[in-house]
């Protein structure tokens, strides 16, 4: 499967500002996807990255608060911006078309995000 | 059973024991099934998957079974290690061009020594 990093490992920010997490993967896939994991929870659908077009939300998650960059097929980025402290979370890129079933999602390592 | 505080539920188990982990899924019209493994500070790790005209699939040391008409899955891990001691989640895509994963709670597996 494709290796997947994403970059910062983890950061500490203050409440109202905005951090861009990066995902790269080693290879070109078909599907980028955002989720985030709050807490002793599962994982949730931000949205789905599309290369050379806007990302697709989930319903709670809108492009203001959460942008989306693909400039790529193996690069991209989430924002999390004017943060307050219900933002803290892992943050995890995943993708779809990069192993030896094209279904399957793989995942990065996520980012852990601590908003004070 | 429920373990409080880390909203999940949890099952301890002997070094050497086998472990079922279950799940249920919400959507009668999905059709391929994912169980990860989600080590502390890691990202969830595929396993193994299944799709909906199977029942049963083996792995290295694991077997899925998915039950449609209850909508029940489960994982089964064979001689259950300290190494496998993680969260475990289910996870299911409604197919067609959908492509997103549906994910369940999650289940935090403990191995004894």
């Known amino acids: 499967s494709a290796v997947i990093s994403q970059k910062p490992s983890r950061d500490i920010c203050q409440r109202g500002t905005s951090l861009t997490i990066q995902c790269q993967v080693d290879?070109?896939?078909?599907?980028m996807f955002w989720y985030r994991q709050q807490p002793g929870q599962s994982l949730t659908l931000i949205a789905t990255a599309n290369q050379g077009s806007e990302a697709t939300y989930e319903s709670g998650f809108v492009i203001d608060k959460f942008p989306i960059s693909r400039p790529n097929l193996t690069f991209s980025t989430l924002t999390v911006s004017n943060m307050s402290p219900e933002d803290s979370s892992i943050y995890l890129c995943s993708v779809e078309g990069a192993g030896v079933s094209t279904d399957t999602q793989y995942f990065g390592p996520g980012t852990r995000l601590t908003v004070l | 059973g429920e373990s409080v505080g880390l909203h999940l539920p949890t099952l301890s188990v002997q070094e050497g024991d086998n472990s079922i982990i279950n799940c249920a899924y919400s959507n009668s019209a999905s059709d391929y099934f994912i169980w990860y493994k989600q080590e502390s500070g890691k990202g969830p790790q595929f396993i193994i998957d299944?799709?909906?005209?199977?029942d049963k699939r083996q792995g290295q040391r694991v077997t899925v079974l998915l039950n449609k008409t209850v909508k029940h899955l489960s994982l089964q891990i064979a001689a259950t290690q300290p190494g496998d001691s993680a969260v475990y989640f289910c996870?299911?895509?409604?197919?067609?061009?959908?492509?997103?994963?549906?994910f369940g709670k999650g289940t935090l597996l403990t191995v004894n020594p």
């Open positions: 299944i799709r909906s005209n199977m």
């Open positions: 290879s070109q896939v078909t599907m």
């Open positions: 996870a299911e895509n409604s197919g067609g061009s959908n492509y997103k994963l549906t």
